[in-house]
């Protein structure tokens, strides 16, 4: 994805034009980068800097920066606690991330049949993707309530006690992952259906006469062809449960027993929640959280990427 | 969140009239330019929370023309409405004098962060609504008139005000904020289900093991041995912890639960509050009780779906378990129950209250919005309140009046409330715990609720960790407002 | 997967065929209950909800919920409709402007520096939103815009991964045309305007789409700066303002969550060959 930018070969402003002329072409070349400059300078990197400088400082009670406090905001984090929310969120990252792409390509495949009705599955299976995370939580809450959960109706019939989804700390991670994964499989299924839809049928039906069985042609043949799709889902998807707030603050609310509090639930909660206004602890947080972003992207650029097969 | 609506009921006397415009226009400049510092509020509270703001006089109003205050709430829905009507009453009453303007907050953590936010940048309202556990916060944040400052000045006469929930509002004998919107915890029973079940609806349990004794009659199980209605359910919520330390006379916090000084210790760890865990892992584990998640939303819900035969739940929610449940079952009330029989002590009020702002305000905003304040507080303001929203009347003669009167005949299980709040004496048990970081507390003490009762985590284990996960915050907390 | 996988694959047979049906059946069923539960949920009265399972069927229908969620006073979703759309759109119009003109100059104009340039344009890509809220959220705050909707988009309004979608789709432009144009003498708005920018249609459109479901979708930022402003909600905070909204019916909360969606369900109904494009033009590249 990251192409190298080509070194100013040229395309030139005006062939042969005299020195003043690219004094012109330069100073509106930085006039035409100056609204993106400005406004990625204002709110992306200089808000890092100041992330620096706010995670060496104590807050009053108003939240406002007092004394230097070094590095005492880190220090914090180099807990066994703060361990267990990295951990956590990683848990929740590869909870999401899995099967939030594995369902939707179950279901992407057979959808490319030549079958009666596979347009309206589609389009019946990507519905969930209009489905903020918010709403998706609510309206999951009102399936899983513990009072009138048609879920826990359906397994009771069939003589399973169902668990308390979000209040038992052993399922709440896995409930709120689940919606997440919900959530994101209409897209994903139409990401991936996509990408099926651009295999060549010759190509599967050479592979067939070969004699490779189903399973097995589709590991080694169709899913390179789709490589693109997929690693596609996979960063956004990595992305949505890196980043998850809605679901965690609306379900759970990070417990029970802070059972489903995650890095950026951490920041929310530290510096935003429930009266609190610890800005300096929520920056070191948030500086983690970078460190976290990038390792990932580079996990995801420098090793996967190398095995994505673009045509 | 889950604070927000629970508490209700109101209060006041007359406070006085007398002063009224007596020193007519003496001090008129004086007091306008005194605080021209508006945009200046900056560097927080640690400076300020030493030396407290006073009030001025009455006088402060004349000469001004009418004064704009501006009055953050977070009363939504029939309860905003019924705000809005009582603050057009006045409004009516004061043309030309004050004119009050409502803003809504959407609830109480967003209108103290917001309120956090305007202190810094100087565009802080008049007058302020805050939640219960909020009140050292503002103290400590050094921006408020005490409403007892305002009292002295006018010599009013507050015996009006119910003293139990005055006494909420009250930290060094000084009554910091007017008590508004106040409520208490019940316990609510499915009056139908206690019939079935042989059981007197209207003796309902009056202690924990009562409540075992009755949910043990109140389980139904169908063929297949699947619970269909559960004895008892009810949300893991701080609040009703805290009820039953009250119930058992002990304080939550240290120095006094925060009445003498600030508090430096929440007492979490007690061997009350570990019976009390234990009775309800028990309830869990026998089936008996329903297990839920802090978020009383879905407690309600299994209550009036007849899922759960008793639940326990503030005053506030009545109107709406009534209004769920019609059609369905009864709904009766019985006083909250006591962790142990031999328990003397009551429950604490819970709700919010208002708080006169004066960082950065003129006396005559000051005084407009402490006239708005009272005037929310008289019996007749009071009575329509508590009949339009259900929350508890703060002003003890509001009980008296023909519209609330009218309002109870139809209501029996208020009365409840009612006489549980006047057998209730008022101790420092039963103000509560005044504690700085008292969200991130409740917030603490919930978790322990829930290792307990969904992870079997042995009690005093969950509690000495809560506890000692708020070390750290009190301690920043105490020494970032100097103290 | 196998089942649906080798009837994928193989010519499929009539068992293949049922199973496929099968899966498909079984996995709607389970995917789409909720959405069944939220558009019907709606129309119910709150009584047939208060029951388990639900009575989503053969009750009486009402149209009250939906009135009550639209008409009641505490989270008023009239305005957080106009402030999602002003959100999205005002993002969208931002990503386009700052990300056409930076592409071009980083493209067919010789400017100093582009090389470093385009890696801090990429770089920010790399930066969480969330690990600067707190920065930005005490920034936007000190400009006491009060309850303007600016503060809501004012952060998002350049983007890196705008940048880097348009140099990519800019650089395929035949440089030939390129040069003619300027042969021409077609100045360089002119080119960009009238030439380019129509070329690159499929670009634009990716990238606007993306952006506007960027600044629809976003929860954390609407939720603390809209912070006890309930003007200022967008349709994602609004609705955990009417979760929270104690006294809120199921029936009624599913209501207004319905009209919440009314656009990304018209969206994913209609415009799917659009999302998909606009999605994943930018990575698929």
């Known amino acids: ?156 019939l069939v003589g399973v006690q169902a668990p308390s989804w979000t209040s038992d700390p052993g399922w709440a991670l896995v409930t709120v992952a689940a919606v997440t994964v919900w959530s994101v499989s209409g897209f994903n299924l139409l990401v991936l259906a996509a990408g099926l839809a651009q295999v060549d049928e010759d190509v599967l039906e050479a592979a067939r006469i070969d004699g490779a069985t189903g399973p097995r042609q589709f590991v080694s043949i169709v899913l390179p062809m789709i490589s693109p799709s997929l690693f596609f889902a996979v960063v956004t998807t990595t992305l949505t449960a890196l980043q998850a707030l809605g679901q965690v603050h609306i379900m759970t609310d990070g417990g029970p027993n802070g059972s489903t509090s995650t890095l950026v639930y951490s920041i929310f909660d530290r510096a935003f929640h429930n009266n609190n206004s610890d800005y300096g602890l929520a920056s070191a947080q948030g500086l983690v959280l970078l460190v976290v972003g990038v390792l990932l992207a580079a996990v995801q650029f420098g090793v996967l990427e190398r095995r994505v097969h673009y045509r | 969140m889950r604070t927000q609506a629970r508490h209700r009921s109101p209060r006041t006397g007359r406070i006085s009239t007398s002063l009224r415009r007596v020193t007519a226009g003496v001090a008129l400049g004086l007091a306008a330019a005194s605080t021209a510092a508006c945009g200046a509020a900056t560097t927080g509270a640690s400076s300020a929370t030493t030396q407290q703001l006073t009030a001025p006089p009455a006088s402060a109003l004349d000469g001004k023309g009418e004064v704009q205050v501006t009055f953050w709430h977070a009363m939504g829905g029939k309860n905003g409405e019924a705000l809005q009507r009582l603050t057009d009453q006045f409004n009516q009453r004061n043309q030309g004098r004050i004119k009050v303007t409502l803003q809504y907050k959407n609830n109480y953590d967003d209108t103290l962060s917001a309120y956090k936010t305007a202190l810094n940048s100087g565009q802080a309202p008049d007058l302020v609504q805050v939640y219960d556990i909020g009140t050292r916060f503002m103290i400590d944040s050094g921006s408020t008139v005490p409403v007892q400052s305002f009292v002295d000045v006018d010599k009013a006469d507050i015996s009006d005000i119910q003293p139990n929930i005055a006494g909420y509002y009250t930290v060094d004998n000084t009554l910091y904020s007017m008590p508004f919107n106040t409520s208490m915890p019940l316990l609510y029973i499915n009056r139908t289900a206690f019939v079935e079940a042989g059981l007197d609806p209207d003796k309902p349990p009056r202690t924990l093991d009562e409540i075992t004794a009755a949910a043990r009659k109140l389980t139904v199980r169908d063929a297949n041995g699947n619970i269909t209605r559960y004895g008892f359910g009810t949300a893991l919520y701080g609040w009703f912890v805290e009820q039953w330390t009250a119930l058992a006379g002990q304080e939550f916090c240290d120095q006094g639960n925060g009445r003498d000084g600030r508090a430096t210790k929440v007492n979490l760890a007690t061997d009350e509050h570990v019976k009390q865990l234990e009775w309800w892992q028990r309830m869990t584990e026998e089936g008996l009780a329903l297990k839920f998640n802090s978020d009383t939303a879905e407690s309600d819900n299994a209550f009036t779906s007849g899922k759960t035969a008793m639940t326990l739940e503030s005053t506030g929610s009545l109107g709406g378990f009534l209004a769920n449940a019609e059609g369905k079952f009864e709904v009766g009330t019985g006083f909250y129950p006591k962790a142990d029989a031999s328990h003397g002590g009551g429950p604490i009020i819970g709700g919010a209250s208002l708080w006169i702002v004066g960082k950065g305000k003129d006396d005559a905003h000051k005084r407009a919005a402490w006239e708005f304040t009272r005037f929310l507080a008289t019996p007749d303001a009071q009575a329509t309140w508590h009949t339009a929203t259900g929350y508890f009347p703060i002003s003890k003669s509001a009980l008296d009046t023909d519209l609330d009167k009218q309002w109870r005949a139809q209501r029996p299980q208020f009365d409840t409330a009612i006489k549980q709040l006047e057998s209730t004496a008022l101790t420092k048990a039963t103000q509560g715990c005044a504690l700085g970081v008292m969200p991130q507390a409740r917030k603490a003490e919930e978790s322990a609720m829930q290792a307990a009762v969904h992870q079997g985590t042995d009690p005093r284990q969950a509690l000495q960790d809560a506890e000692k996960s708020l070390d750290s915050a009190i301690k920043d907390y105490n020494q970032s407002v100097g103290g | ?143 006491g815009l009060g309850d303007n909707r600016l503060s809501l988009v004012l952060p998002f309004l350049a983007n890196g991964f705008g940048v880097f979608l348009l140099r990519q789709a800019f650089q395929q432009f035949p440089r030939e045309l390129r040069e003619a144009a300027v042969i021409d003498g077609c100045g360089h708005l002119r080119f960009l305007f009238t030439i380019l920018l129509p070329s690159c249609r499929p670009a634009l459109t990716a990238l606007a789409v993306w952006s506007f479901l960027q600044g629809w979708n976003m929860y954390f930022w609407p939720l603390i700066i809209a912070s006890g402003d309930n003007s200022m909600n967008t349709l994602q905070s609004a609705v955990f303002a009417l979760k929270n909204n104690e006294g809120a019916s199921p029936a009624v909360l599913l209501a207004g969550i319905s009209i919440t969606l009314i656009p990304t369900l018209l969206l994913v109904v209609f415009g799917q060959r659009w999302l998909v494009r606009g999605f994943t033009a930018g990575a698929v590249k």
């Not at chain 1, 020195?19 to 072409?25: K, P, Q």
């Not at chain 1, 590095?71 to 703060?82: D, K, Q, W």
């Not at chain 3, 080798?6 to 995917?31: D, H, I």
Request: proline share 10%; net charge positive.
């Open chain 1, 1 to 156: 994805m990251l192409t190298r930018p080509d070194p100013p070969t040229g395309r030139p402003g005006k062939p042969g034009g005299g020195r003043s002329h690219r004094v012109r072409e330069a100073l509106l070349g930085l006039l035409l980068l100056t609204p993106g400059l400005v406004g990625l300078g204002v709110f992306v990197v200089f808000p890092l800097f100041q992330a620096v400088y706010l995670s060496t400082r104590d807050n009053d009670i108003l939240g406002n920066p007092t004394r230097s406090v070094g590095l005492a905001h880190f220090a914090e984090l180099l807990t066994p606690e703060f361990g267990a929310l990295l951990a956590r969120t990683f848990l929740f990252t590869a909870l999401v991330v899995v099967p939030g792409v594995l369902l939707p390509l179950a279901i992407a495949a057979p959808l490319t049949q030549k079958l009666p009705g596979m347009r309206i599955f589609r389009t019946a299976f990507a519905l969930p993707f209009a489905y903020s995370a918010s709403a998706a939580s609510v309206v999951w809450l009102i399936m899983l309530n513990p009072g009138t959960s048609p879920v826990n109706w359906l397994l009771g």
């Open chain 3, 1 to 143: 997967m196998s089942t649906a996988t080798r009837s994928r694959l193989n010519r499929p047979g009539p068992v293949p065929t049922a199973l496929t049906y099968l899966w498909l059946g079984v996995a709607a069923v389970v995917l789409l209950f909720p959405v069944l539960l939220t558009v019907v949920g709606g129309f119910l009265p709150s009584s047939a909800l208060l029951h388990q399972p639900p009575r989503l069927f053969g009750g009486d229908w009402t149209l009250d919920n939906y009135a009550e969620a639209w008409n009641q006073p505490v989270v008023p979703l009239a305005p957080a409709f106009a402030n999602s759309l002003f959100v999205g759109l005002v993002i969208m119009a931002g990503h386009l402007v700052t990300s056409c003109l930076a592409g071009y100059a980083l493209v067919f104009l010789r400017t100093p520096l582009r090389t470093p340039l385009f890696w801090l344009f990429l770089a920010t890509i790399m930066v969480p939103y969330e690990s600067i809220v707190v920065p930005n959220a005490l920034f936007v705050r000190s400009l």
